[in-house]
């Protein structure tokens, strides 16, 4: 039985986990950090807002967190998308959940604290009539940590269906959706800065 919170519609958790961490020469979701996963960590902030929380890994990683997390935690990238990226991740969520507003967080922000991303609650409920919300930092969007609703992205899934999204990124996407952006203070810019790189971690 999936949890709400206090409104009509359902919410799920998801954690980016499936990019290919090629700088990082290994998987960030499998970096440790303070003994547990990137990806761990990133699910206990998800389930501050107790909402159901799952994995999205592509194909290759699917044994390998399987190995750690419940299978049913986990969802693949879906075969039919024939796209890369979070957007992908993403999307697959979508059609696998499809009545379901996203919350998002990607792995490789071990940073982000809680808080953050209840706060997106707050405008979620403020303005009903938007699809997606966001932070915005130094005027660029920071589209890896927001809430998607389901309006918007099967709006999204069919622009794809209809080749009429050229570009497969998060960015773009915000572009033909109806967006509420947040301005990130200062002091907590750092909560999204993303690592890429294992000379990145000193002092981690």
């Known amino acids: 039985m999936k949890q709400t919170i206090n409104l009509k519609v359902t919410m799920l958790g998801v954690i980016l986990c499936g990019g290919k961490s090629t700088r990082m020469g290994s998987d960030k979701g499998l970096l440790k950090l303070h003994a547990s996963t990137w990806a761990q960590t990133a699910i206990d902030k998800m389930s501050t807002l107790q909402v159901p929380v799952i994995i999205s890994v592509n194909k290759d990683q699917y044994e390998g967190y399987s190995s750690i997390f419940s299978?049913?935690?986990?969802?693949?990238?879906?075969?039919?998308?024939?796209?890369?990226?979070?957007?992908?991740g993403v999307l697959s969520v979508h059609l696998?959940?499809?009545?379901?507003?996203?919350?998002?967080?990607?792995?490789?922000?071990?940073?982000?604290?809680?808080?953050?991303?209840k706060e997106l609650l707050t405008y979620y409920r403020q303005y009903p009539e938007k699809d997606a919300f966001i932070y915005s930092n130094n005027s660029e969007p920071e589209p890896l940590c927001g809430i998607y609703k389901a309006t918007g992205l099967a709006h999204v899934f069919s622009l794809y269906q209809g080749k009429q999204l050229p570009k497969y990124s998060m960015k773009y996407m915000l572009e033909?959706?109806?967006?509420?952006?947040?301005?990130?203070?200062?002091?907590k810019k750092t909560c999204f800065r993303n690592f890429n790189a294992h000379a990145e971690l000193n002092g981690l």
């Open 71 to 88: 299978t049913q935690q986990l969802i693949p990238d879906n075969d039919s998308l024939q796209m890369k990226g979070p957007l992908c």
């Open 96 to 117: 696998q959940h499809p009545q379901e507003d996203l919350v998002i967080l990607g792995c490789d922000m071990p940073l982000m604290e809680a808080e953050l991303i």
């Open 176 to 187: 033909h959706i109806t967006t509420h952006s947040i301005i990130l203070p200062d002091d």
